[in-house]
């Protein structure tokens, strides 16, 4: 049937441990359908109360504000569903154990091109949340952001999705066509103290985030304040910055780990700002597009960084075929 609910649930540990047992995947990004399947069921907009799995759902807001789905509901998980046309988020993630997986979210724009508002592809609360097999692009925010309210602790997963922006091909929303939106693939914001939050991200093709005009230093990865990330087997082309690393603020700042990535058509590869105390990279690979591949903003690089394995990275369409392993 169309829009189900199904049970039992597959929790969110035991989605890892599955995830985990699974071969590597030979592709970076999104490698499946992501979307619905035949005969979704269609709808301006979905309230998540309860547990379970909700999948095959048509979202378009047609121009709504607002979370166009919202999840305040504990073990959830939101699957084969497409998402659209909003001027707020696509999903409001306010529960805990959530996994979204197989989604395509697209044009949430918020305003127009030279007033740009913030419309995320997914946002809300860290809890723990796993993203898997994700399309999000055309956001006039950040195709993914926790927490833009800095209540919630917790981790969350990225993996095997492709976070993109790109000229629109038709006026939508506010924007005219050739008008590129958007802030960030990924930007991260947490509470001032308490847990720190963890952010895996891996197996992830990251790319567009390089218009001029939006936000100074737009990069495909904003990584600060309380969070420790680790970014894994991913890609990067045409971004202004892949990796923006921010270290101590008044809000705390980000530890880093960076593990066999390539870098293509950047105009900065790694930016560390503001003394971050750790940043280990490893096997990271540059293309010949990339103009500065590490730049510390404040001066010289801190006790807590180190880079071993710099390595050319192969053509992007053999990397993206085969993977990095």
Known sequence: ???????????????????????AQPTIGANQAAGCLENPHAVSRLQITQPGIFENFLVDGGGASG??????????????CEIRNGSGNGIGVFGNRVVIENCRIHHMLASTFQEQHDAHG????????????CDIGYTSGDSIQFDPDRVSSGTAVIEQCTLWTA??????????????PGENAVDTKTKP???RCKLVVRKCYLHGWNQPG?????????????????????????NEIAFRVRGP????????????CAIYQADIGVRAEE????????????????????????????????????????PLEVLLERGFR
């Open 1 to 23: 049937m169309p829009g189900t609910l199904r049970r039992p649930h597959i929790t969110f540990a035991v989605a890892l441990l599955l995830t985990a047992r699974l071969p």
């Open 67 to 80: 979370n166009l789905v919202k999840i305040t509901a504990d073990n959830v998980t939101l699957r084969n």
């Open 122 to 133: 997914i946002s809300g609360r860290w809890g723990e949340t796993l993203i898997r097999n």
């Open 167 to 180: 000229p629109l091909p038709v006026a939508a929303g506010g924007f005219h066509a050739g008008e590129r």
């Open 193 to 195: 103290d308490g847990q």
């Open 214 to 238: 939006q936000i100074s230093n737009m990069a495909a990865l904003n990584l600060k304040e309380r969070v420790d990330a680790e970014v894994t087997d991913c890609i990067f082309r045409d």
């Open 249 to 260: 603020g008044k809000r705390g700042g980000a530890r880093v780990t960076i593990v066999a």
């Open 275 to 314: 003394g971050i105390e750790l940043l280990k990279i490893s096997g990271l690979a540059f293309g010949e597009t990339v103009k500065q591949r590490i730049r510390f903003v404040d001066g010289q690089a801190t006790a807590g960084f180190s880079s071993t394995g710099e390595r050319t990275a192969p």
